[in-house]
Structures are given as structure tokens and as C-alpha cells.
């Protein structure tokens, strides 16, 4: 099984190494496991979604050229 750290999973999501440590902790990626104190995850997990969003905003753009 091919694994990646935090490090692996910040360069790939685009985030902080932070993040994703702080991701690992709250549960967000079910897949992520402790080994000491370093986070080791499989190869190809998926960046959990922003929980800060509910929805995408829209751009109304006919209201734009008025």
C-alpha cells in the first residue's frame, strides 16, 4: 500500500502542512491513522471538503453591465 505524510497531502490539496494536521485531528479524513507523531495516509485520499462553505456563491453578471 503506497502512503503519504501531511507533507505529501499539503503539496497535492494546496493547503498548509498545518491543515492538514489539523484535518487529520478533528476525524475529517477517516482514512488517516497516528503513527507517533506523524500523520500517514493512503495514496489518492481525497481533500475532504471546506465545512466553512455550505454553498458556492453565484456572480449575477447581468447586474454587472447596468
Given at each position: 500500500?503506497?502512503?503519504?505524510?501531511?507533507?505529501?497531502?499539503?503539496?497535492?490539496?494546496?493547503?498548509?502542512i498545518r491543515r492538514v494536521q489539523a484535518l487529520c485531528d478533528s476525524g475529517k479524513i477517516p482514512s488517516a491513522t497516528k503513527i507517533g507523531d506523524v500523520w500517514l495516509m493512503p495514496k489518492?485520499?481525497?481533500?475532504?471538503?471546506?465545512?466553512?462553505?455550505?454553498?458556492?456563491?453565484?456572480?449575477d453578471t447581468r447586474k454587472a453591465g447596468k
Amino acid at each position: 500500500m503506497d502512503i503519504m505524510t501531511t507533507k505529501d497531502a499539503a503539496a497535492l490539496w494546496g493547503i498548509s502542512i498545518r491543515r492538514v494536521q489539523a484535518l487529520c485531528d478533528s476525524g475529517k479524513i477517516p482514512s488517516a491513522t497516528k503513527i507517533g507523531d506523524v500523520w500517514l495516509m493512503p495514496k489518492g485520499t481525497e481533500k475532504p471538503l471546506d465545512g466553512r462553505y455550505k454553498e458556492t456563491k453565484t456572480v449575477d453578471t447581468r447586474k454587472a453591465g447596468k
